[in-house]
């Protein structure tokens, strides 16, 4: 057996593993106190959402997750950096902040650090979205001091959907 055979072998092999990801470059500058530039999406165990920021994360700056998985509600998480966080998701219509009711979901992580030169994070397992085939993402980064606003992809838009 060739090694070109078995390098294919172990690519087709590895299926589940390598589960899809997507990226949605923002464009950088069309914001000022937020201004979101990359967002990325891995669709495995958990729904993983690593958001870069062309500006440094600051206090008074709210994180907001709009998570679609087509058959139902979707999914609302918000935080703000350096701060308490409940393992709650939001299930909203269309792209609301209030949750007509929040679902309790053990594993849910958040991430945002002032002081570190990190993406903003959340993970969601699967099981609280109803372990959907495929999912897509809308992100909201607002600075709540002055109201600045970045959306990615665009101003309430999902990205591309993430197959699993």
Known sequence: MSVWTLGVM???ASGPATADTAAV???VGDSTFVDVSRVRVAHR???TVRVRSAVPLAVGQRYSFWIDVR????HHVAFSANAGFDDALGLVRAFSDRPSRNVSC?????????????PVSIRVPRRC?????RVRVAVRFKD???STVDWAPGRRTFGPWVER
């Open 144 to 146: 709540e001091s002055n």
């Open 25 to 27: 470059d923002d464009p």
């Open 129 to 133: 979205l109803g372990n959907p085939r």
């Open 71 to 74: 058959n139902g509600p979707n």
């Open 45 to 47: 165990d958990a729904v």
């Open 10 to 12: 172990l690519a087709t």
């Open 106 to 118: 053990p594993g849910l992580r958040a991430r945002a650090d002032i002081f570190e030169d990190e």
